[in-house]
């Protein structure tokens, strides 16, 4: 690893990135400050998952991310097999079927690190199709080959991980000179056919194979108090979500002062709604600042892949803000109302080891791209 | 690709991705900035629950400042709605910690509680009122299992005197929902305990206080977290009755022993009421009913074994099971028997149609006018003092029919019989005082069915009779022949009716008697001898004497009232008096009662027998006891009246009572310190339970 090529590092990428990170240790210090009797304890265990990160990250960037087109096909079916073997021996949490656990080692979440695998493979098996893109038929293979993962993911069942490898899908096309025609014509379509179906089951009855309960959650969000219990069942979550942001006000109530989060009126809080103790404790400063600094980094990041030597790079770094983007406006969008609630964290604050390790290594892949750029000449 | 094109589309994801920021930027402002008023109220009516603070009721006290009713504070078992899953398992620990304690609570019992308080979850549900130290302590140990469920500590009702004046006094049990609607907002909740009955319920409004509240924040288990502001509670004001306790008792040992007594030779002899008023004021100093009210026993959640001493589940009455709840002495109404022969001797004395003293009635066993209603006995000679002392049935009869029922009506009137006396207690009964038009109407109505039914018959024998015939000459002949019958019947029923719905003359003579229809309550009658002994005023009877504040300020006195002055010449009500007098001098049925009274206590009396009149009673030996008096002859103090149920005759029943009462009231003798074992009385009455 030549330490040299460091200094070519993106300044504004690593100083946003390192101030999320901050904050997300800061906001995690409050949120789970009530849950262990030890109110620090999940900030340490948060602090060690970053620690493991960035030995990962130390291991990726030593190597030319060009190297790791040869590993295409291998991490797509290292990636599959993991997701087969979660539905085998995993275990379920909440309804989802989407933990495994190595011996000793603390469970994982094999949907999250391969992730990082696919949009690596992907990145592989779109770069050797650019320029070839241009009807539906040649742009099959593409669906193909991520619609496995997508099905594997969607058999846990996780909704939200499985809509993430669209957003991924899509936007690596669309990178790659997909037609952009057919793209909008397939995401519109599928927005438009899962509404419409939604509709006539609800209002006519069309049986379709997905539990009410679950639907019901999909869509819920859009009038929380109509959930048959008065905002008790399926529809709490967003309500107290609401009540968290909306009452943080302009300045917030301060870190720790949070009273839906402190006394447990907010469920998942450091985890999946960690979005609503900042809107809550922070108020419009900090909930408002942390978009801008996703901002920043996903716009530098677009900087890099720009500026990639190589169009698999590019490829790899839209994949990973693809990834961040749904991440981000999924998360925050449920938060507010503005999404329907499906179980995904917000990068590099919610508390989670696996999604930590995950983005960090995401973050490995943009340097790595970022300090071979183009620019650098010897 | 090119590098332009590849520039032109990163843009392009730019846009769209500094869209999808702005689009969040916008919504959390809405949120945040516009709605944020909302979202506060809503974050606070979260975290923030009034809890009521239950106000203590004001306390009762006996005339001479005798606690009873007061409160003492326990421990309730309550519980804070979790939501549907969560409550599930909470209930299944719940009851399995219950089950040694209460196993008459069940699942359906506790969500049925749930279920009443639909609307109001937030508030701690009161499952179980005054649970033991012992449970307490379990439920305390299983705590983590137990989320939601609280203990409160509140103060509860407690009668320190056990069954003393327990129907008085009454009764406080959970509210019910007509009686949660019709009060006032914010006054009662689902979880509020109101007077049921007695003093208890007549001074609701007065003895209730105003609840306080807490306001608690709560986390999303409804776990109490911190004290915000708290509004004490305000404790209802205090009232003292006109009770004397000692009287009173006296009056319920002597009941219960009378009855104990009784119950040997007639084992019918189960009920018994009886009231003791001051004549000078109308104040109530003793009131009892028997069986005993133990209004401890309502407070919370009556057992069913205990529910069936009030309650009996027998579908027809029973003598033998008579059930506690009712105060007899106002709400059971019975016929006087010759206790009533008063009003009929001064109906007769204030129409001038007979001297009391010089006008004489032979008395030979029975009256000499038709249906001859027989004495009791032969009495020979009798004027006003010797018929009343030996309650002579012919010479009332005769003064009845002297008087005329339209006088008879008029004193009974006059005294109250017949009428509410407007006590203050609930569900007082009125009783019957028999007037011609009453008797009019109620007969009417009887006869009409009977003869409507009658006609029916008529029909439906012929109807049946002509089916059977085919003869054209046996049809005319059948036809004929209930035509006969049918203008009999008609005619038959002209002459009943003419009959029954007419007041006859023995109608007069079995009122002069107390028998008939008359049917009074023992409060009635014990305020109609009063107004005798204190010359013809009738008084108000009453039982609150002042209402006073927790800070021992009087905050409102009660004086007597004079509910009417009855009119009827003085020396009528003062020759009745010693009419009265001669009944408990030698040769009176109420003799062997007061012969040792001393001399300046003389007592008036009047001994009575009265025909229940129920199905499956024995009209030979099934008579009601009925006894009135009042002492001392001279200047009287109180007066007494009181019914026991199947006691034969009034004065070895009712009587019995009388005599103890007078003898504490004055001094006499202390019935209380006669026989140790008689105060063991309310042990006595728990075994029968």
Redesign the interface.
Known sequence: MNLKRLKFIDKPFIVTLLIILAFGIIIQSSASSGISSDSLYYVKKQLFMLAVGLIGVIIIIRYDFTEFKNFGILLYILSVVLLIAVLVFGTELRGTTGWISLGPLPAIQPAEFTKVMLILAFADFVNRR??ELDTLIKMLPCFLYMGLPFILIMMQPDLGTALVYIAITV?MM????ANIRVLLALVGGGIFLAGLILFLHFNLGIAIPLEDYQLKRLIVFLDPYNDG?GG?GAGWNTI?S?????????TGKGLHNG??VQ???LPEHHTDFIYAVI?EEL??IG??FL??L??IL??RS?YI??ESRE?FG?LVV?GV?AMW?FH??EN??MS???MPITGIPLPFISYGGSSMITNLLAVALILNVNIRGKKIVF | MKAEELDKKLKAYAYIVILLLTVLGFRLAVVQLFNNETYQTQAKENRIRLLPIKAPRGEIYASDGEVLATNEIVYSLSLTYLGVSKQETVIDNLLIILKDYYPEITREFIEEKVELQKYRLYEPITLIRDIPWDLVVKLEENRQVLPGVTILVEPLRSYPQGSLAGHVLGYIHSIDESELENSEDGEYSINSLIGKSGIEKQYEKILKGTDGARSVEVDAQGRPIRDLVTLEPEQGNNIYLTLDIELQQVMQESMENTLAQLQEKYPKARVGSAVVINVKTGEILAMCSSPSMYPDDWKGNISSKRAEYYFPQTEAYDPMQPGAISNRSIQATYPPGSTFKMITGMAALDSGVVDPAKDYVNCTGKYWIAPFIRCWSVHGNVNYYSALAGSCNVYFQEMGRRAGQEELIRVAREFGLGSKTGVDLPYEGKGLLPTPEWKSEISAKLIDNKYEQLRQELEEKYDELLKETVDEKEIDRLNKKKENEKIKLEAQYEIDYNWDTTWQAYDTFNMAMGQGYNDYTVLQLANYVATIANGGYRMQPYLLSKIVSQNGDTIEEFEPQISKEVDIKPETISETKRAMLAVTQPGGTAHFLFYDFPEEIKVCAKTGTAEPGRVGDDPLKDYHGVFVAFAPFYDPEIAFAGVVEYGYSGGESAGLIARDVFKQYFGISNYLAVDESKTSISESNNAGE
């Open positions: 650019r320029g936007i669309f990178a790659a000179g219990q008790r107290q609401l009540v968290a942001i909306g009452s943080g006000g302009f009273t839906q006394l447990n009126f809107g108020g419009f909930a408002a978009i801008i996703y901002g996903i716009m677009l892949a720009s169009f590019t839209i803000t983007l981000i406006f925050i969008g507010i109302g503005l």
